[in-house]
């Protein structure tokens, strides 16, 4: 059964940062693009950032600058470092991998900014 595993969620002030991580239940994850989105309370589910196998990566202009994804493919495991926390980051955010019969997602960890 496929699992994407997440954690590091939390609470945090403005301006903090958060580590998350995402770990995969099977090898074959390594050679295919995996990523994050989050949901914000009454707000459709968004793109936060995307990285292939390779390591080419985009992000949603909201986070440029701020979040960096990268990902351990010995591990299995993407990773989401979110820098200079804002309110408006405060959300569900939810890990997920791409294979060639279609995507699994994982259940997700809750990120509140808040003083």
């Known amino acids: 059964q496929v699992q994407l595993v997440e954690s590091g969620g939390g609470l945090v002030q403005p301006g903090g940062s958060l580590r998350l991580s995402c770990a995969g239940s099977?090898?074959?994850?390594?050679?295919?693009?995996m990523g994050w989105h989050r949901q914000a309370p009454g707000k459709q589910r968004e793109l936060v950032a995307r990285i292939t196998s390779g390591g080419s990566t985009n992000y949603a202009d909201s986070v440029k600058g701020r979040f960096t994804v990268s990902r351990d493919n010995v591990k299995n495991t993407v990773y989401l470092e979110m820098n200079s926390l804002k309110p408006e980051d405060t959300a569900v955010y939810y890990c997920?991998?791409?294979?060639?019969?279609?995507?699994?997602w994982g259940q997700g960890t809750q990120v509140t900014v808040s003083s």
């Open positions: 099977e090898s074959r994850f390594s050679i295919y693009p």
């Open positions: 997920y991998v791409d294979t060639y019969e279609g995507r699994y």
